[in-house]
């Protein structure tokens, strides 16, 4: 999805297990995006991603309801494995 709306509209649409979401949205930033995914009834795990280090977002990620966050340079397959496995 290109924006917040289209991703929570995207995930009404397919219900993925793992959402991997931008902070930096067009609309609006994805703490709003990973908290009105948090209220479905079935959510699925999010995790947070931006080119900015996760010290830029202090305590918005744990309280967004978001699994974790990966900063893009470390983004890979293992890192998001070791997210949900932890």
Known sequence: ?????????????????????DVQLPDFDGFQVAGELCKLTDPPFVILTSSRDRSDYGRCIGRCGAMGFVPKAELSGAAIAALLTS
């Open 1 to 21: 999805a290109e924006d917040g709306a289209g991703a929570l509209q995207e995930v009404e649409r397919l219900h993925p297990d793992l959402v991997l979401l």
